[in-house]
Every structure is written in C-alpha cells, then in structure tokens.
C-alpha cells in the first residue's frame, strides 16, 4: 500500500507564528495558525484537515458496504465535525460528530444503520482515532 504525506512548516512562537500545511499529492496547500485553531478564520487548521480525513474515509467506507450489501447508494453525503477542547491543562480531541445521509435505493432503515454503523468502525481512518469518542449520526434520504 502506497504512503501518504504532507509537510507542514511553522515560523514563530505559537501565540503570534504561522504555518502552512502542503499535502505531497498537490491537492491542498494553506495557511493555519493559532488564532484559526481557535476562532474563525479563513486559513485552515489540523482540525479541519482531520474532519475531512474521516468523513472522507467513513463515506468510501460506507459506499464499499453498502455495495457489498447489494445496497449501491445513489448519493452519501457526510460531515464530521472535530472537537478540540482542554481538559486539566492540555488540549483534546474528545467527539467527532459524523453526519451522514445517503439515498440508497431499496435498502430498509434497520440494514442502513447497520451498515453504516460497521463502515464506521471499519474505517481505517476511525480506527487511527479509536481513542477518541466518535458519534455518527445516519439519515437514509427518499430517492
């Protein structure tokens, strides 16, 4: 299996410096900093790469189970959102919120969130934060 990266450089104390993250494959290359971990901001920040990791891992995962299900989805649309929080001085990631919701023609609601569920913890990108609580939350939409 072939290897993944990114480069990130930083310049400055973290209160005041920046950084920028360039993914080695060339499909995003930004700015991030500690005023845009913290608040918003138009420049990105490793939260916001680690939500589009998972919810762009669960996504294939699910679509590959429903799949082997006989389930093909139409359309799956997913969001997950990071938490960051400090807890006794030091920060966290405690909760992802996956948000998923598909349309996937003659599948019932009970096989959905059965899918959906084992495509979660099938997700080797869920598996990597296993330490971390993650919730997902699956709507199944009409055709």
Same mark, same amino acid.
């Given at each position: #299996?072939?290897? =993944? ?11 005041? +410096? ?12 930004? %700015?991030?900093?500690? =005023?845009?971990? #913290? %608040?918003?901001?138009?420049? /990105? ?10 919810? +762009?891992?669960?996504? #294939? ?13 139409? *359309? ?6 990071? *938490?960051?929080?400090?807890?006794? +001085? ?9 948000? /998923? ?16 569920? *084992?495509?979660? =913890? ?9 330490? /971390? ?5 699956? /709507?199944?939409?009409?055709?």
């Amino acid at each position: #299996m072939a290897f =993944r990266s990114a480069d990130v450089e930083w310049q400055g104390s973290v209160q005041s +410096g920046h950084g920028h993250i360039k993914l080695a494959s060339g499909a995003f290359e930004g %700015d991030y900093s500690l =005023r845009t971990r #913290m %608040d918003a901001g138009a420049e /990105t920040n490793p939260e916001e790469l680690l939500a589009s990791a998972h919810a +762009g891992c669960f996504t #294939m995962a699910f679509s590959m189970a429903l799949g082997a299900a006989g389930h093909e989805p139409t *359309r799956i649309h997913t969001t997950a959102q990071v *938490r960051l929080s400090q807890h006794g +001085g030091e920060f966290i990631i405690p909760r992802i919120d996956l948000k /998923t919701e598909a349309i996937v023609p003659g599948i019932d609601a009970a096989t959905f969130q059965e899918i959906a569920t *084992r495509a979660e =913890r099938s997700c080797p990108v869920s598996k990597a934060l296993a330490g /971390t609580e993650i919730h997902l939350e699956a /709507t199944l939409l009409e055709a």
